[in-house]
């Protein structure tokens, strides 16, 4: 039986352009950027430290104790951050790299964002969807000249040349993590705008 991936790689050739790519939390987790998992437990400990408790070995384990449910990202950030501006605030440290790290090339782009990025370039790839709130992706392709059209907001949906005459579109249905509206918690991800709905059917 031939490779699955073998198989794509052919599709991929044999029609350049006609594929979108999905990705999520996994393709910069390598770059330092953390999942949402790993920001539930952080914000767990900065639960556990306004108490003045100490989580010791499981963060998790620890509010499970002291709240008996499983800790949720979704309703933790609604619960300790209660607006939009304060969620978006909170998290921008968590994609902008400090000083330090950027000598340390932490939070860059990765090999597989230049992956991705080499694929848009070569017209293999016109259009990305993705769950990311982070900016490697348009780092990535920038560094090759390119500067994408990023639809993040049902306001750039709207406003958007359709999809057939774009080159080099990301689609980041979540928002981007400069913009308040980025949605977190479950009344903001329960339904998406009108506009982004058509564009994904697209």
Known sequence: MIDPLVSLAFSLQANRGAYALLIGSGVSRS????????????????????????????????????????????????????????????????????????????KGPTLAHHAIAELMAEGYVRVIVTTNFDRLLEHALEARGIVPVVISNADQAKGMLPLVHQKHC?????????????????????????????????
């Not at 501006?85 to 921008?92: A, F």
């Not at 968590?94 to 932490?106: A, H, I, S, Y």
């Not at 977190?184 to 339904?191: D, P, V």
């Open 31 to 106: 770059a330092g950027i953390p999942t949402g998992w790993e920001i539930t437990l952080e914000l767990v400990k900065k639960v556990a430290a306004a108490l003045g408790s100490e989580v010791g070995a499981s963060a998790e384990e620890w509010f499970r104790e002291t709240y008996h449910k499983e800790p949720d990202y979704s309703d933790l950030l609604d619960q300790l951050c209660k607006s939009a501006p304060e969620r978006q605030q909170y998290l921008k440290n968590f994609f902008e790299p400090t000083t330090e790290e950027r000598e340390d090339g932490v």
């Open 170 to 202: 990301i689609v980041k249905i979540h928002g981007d993590y400069l913009d308040t509206r980025i949605m977190n918690t479950e009344a903001e991800l329960a339904s998406y705008a009108p506009e982004m709905d058509r564009l994904l059917d697209q």
